[in-house]
């Protein structure tokens, strides 16, 4: 990625200055709190298509010096959003060894242990998420709140090759499974709002589902995740480890945020 990071001079606060939307509306992640939130009977459970990918087929896993993420086949898509959205890539964010607080998203001022991503381009209006990333309806991000607990296997698929992607620019092959297995099991309970990508060029293009109840993934997973991963490339003189890789909340005024379950 261009120059920007989550630490020092090239920090969140300087986003804007290079990235104009960084500064202006519908900025993301935020804080579900009870006076923003908004019970909608509407709010249907998405349904996932081609999400079991054959272990014949592989996904490529990479680190761009930003996060750790995986590319995910163009069959997968999701229905009962406003458009056909088809999946791009998937990837983390998190803490760090001492503080294991890295989600973007928070519960009442809470901040889970990490967050994954799954991101989706509106397949119905534009070719490919280039063309989609900077329209209002372009993506769709689901987004998992992980938290500590039992051993879990689905995520060891991806996690077992984070030793091959220490480094920026490195990639690896990860052979295709059922990210269903990714997702919490109540999808039909989640937070829905319109908010933007976390991530420089922080367009507000996204159209957030961040599923209510987190998925557990244990203790040496999380560290493995804190401490495998480096922002710079495999020759860099000076090693910047990749930890705190998550926005700051934002600020949300007038605006509300949708709730598929009753309190
Ligand atoms: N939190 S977030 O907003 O979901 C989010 C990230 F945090 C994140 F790091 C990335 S990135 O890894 O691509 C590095 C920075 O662009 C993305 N990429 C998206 C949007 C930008 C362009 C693009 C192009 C192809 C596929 C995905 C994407 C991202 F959407
Ligand atoms: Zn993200």
Not at 35 to 63: A, H, K, M, R, W
Not at 96 to 110: A, D, F, I, L, Q
Not at 135 to 140: E, Q, S, T, V
Not at 166 to 182: S, W
Request: proline share 7%; with cysteine.
């Amino acid at each position: 990625g261009s120059k920007w990071s989550y630490i020092g001079p090239d920090g969140e606060k300087a986003w804007p200055k290079k990235y104009p939307f960084c500064g202006g509306l519908f900025q993301s992640p935020i804080d579900f709190h009870k006076d923003i939130l908004q019970y909608d009977s509407n709010l249907l459970p998405l349904e996932f298509i081609g999400y079991n990918v054959s272990s014949t087929d592989q996904f490529t896993l990479t680190n761009n010096g930003h996060s750790v993420k995986m590319y995910l086949s163009p069959t997968m898509y999701i229905r009962n959003l406003p458009f056909e959205y088809t999946a791009s890539q998937l990837h983390l964010h998190w803490g760090n060894r001492n503080k294991s607080e890295g989600s973007e998203h928070t519960v009442s001022g809470k901040h889970f242990a990490a967050e994954m991503h799954i991101v989706h381009y509106n397949s119905e209006k534009y070719p490919n998420i280039a063309a989609a990333m900077d329209k209002a309806d372009g993506l769709a991000v689901l987004a998992i709140l992980l938290e500590i607990g039992p051993f879990n296997p689905s995520y060891e698929k991806i996690f077992r090759h984070f030793r091959n992607v220490k480094y920026k620019d490195q990639t690896a092959q990860v052979p295709g499974f059922n990210i269903r297995e990714l997702l919490p099991d109540r999808l039909d309970e989640f937070y829905r709002y319109e908010g933007s990508l976390t991530t420089p060029p922080c367009y507000p293009s996204v159209l957030w589902t961040v599923f209510r109840h987190p998925v557990k993934i244990s203790q040496e997973q999380l560290l493995a995740l804190e401490t495998a991963m480096y922002c710079t490339e495999s020759d860099d003189p000076e090693p910047l480890e990749m930890v705190d890789n998550f926005r700051n909340v934002q600020e949300f005024r007038e605006r509300l945020v949708f709730i598929s379950f009753r309190e």
